[in-house]
């Protein structure tokens, strides 16, 4: 598997939206609650946490759609593609979507949550999987982990 070289840029499907990464994710996951489904049309959303002092636009803007609550869920808003998530009370890292880096071979799933709502054929190869989310002190050793393994 190839190795994040960074930065890494992206951006939306249309382009209009462009973003860079400084900073290699804090874990990595996939998501199949029936949230992320409905958003992503797909089995799963995936995530790469990226500190988000090493996350920027570097082009266009990002609008909220998706849930419009504390947990704001970025999309641009010509294409529609869904970007990344700030989640409420966590502003310390973005969820990015990692397909919108150009080179987005190096991702692999890390963890993956709500695997009580999964679709009974959806496989992600995630080393963790979580029947809802880790507890909060669980992360503290993801992110550890993840990082060990990244080394």
């Known amino acids: 598997m190839p190795d994040l ?3 890494a840029e992206g951006g939306c499907r249309c382009g209009r939206v462009r973003l860079r990464i400084s900073a290699r994710p804090l874990l990595t996951m996939a998501c199949h609650c029936t949230g992320c489904q409905s958003m992503s ?3 799963y959303s995936l995530s790469a946490a990226i500190p988000s002092e090493g996350f920027e636009i570097t082009r266009g803007e990002a609008v909220i ?3 419009h609550g504390a947990s704001r869920h970025y999309f641009c808003g010509n294409c529609m ?3 990344f998530t700030r989640p409420e009370g966590l502003d310390w890292f973005v969820n990015l979507r990692p397909t919108m ?3 987005h071979a190096w991702f692999t799933p890390f963890i993956e949550t709500w695997t009580a709502e999964k679709l009974p054929w959806a ?3 995630a080393v963790h999987g979580y029947a809802a989310l880790p507890s ?3 992360y503290e050793l993801l992110v550890a982990e993840y990082a060990s393994a990244q080394a």
Request: no cysteine; hydrophobic share 45%.
């Open 5 to 7: 070289a960074l930065p």
């Open 41 to 43: 049309s797909s089995a």
């Open 65 to 67: 759609g998706g849930l």
């Open 81 to 83: 593609t869904w970007m």
């Open 101 to 103: 880096l150009d080179d």
């Open 123 to 125: 496989a992600t190869g």
């Open 136 to 138: 909060f002190e669980d």
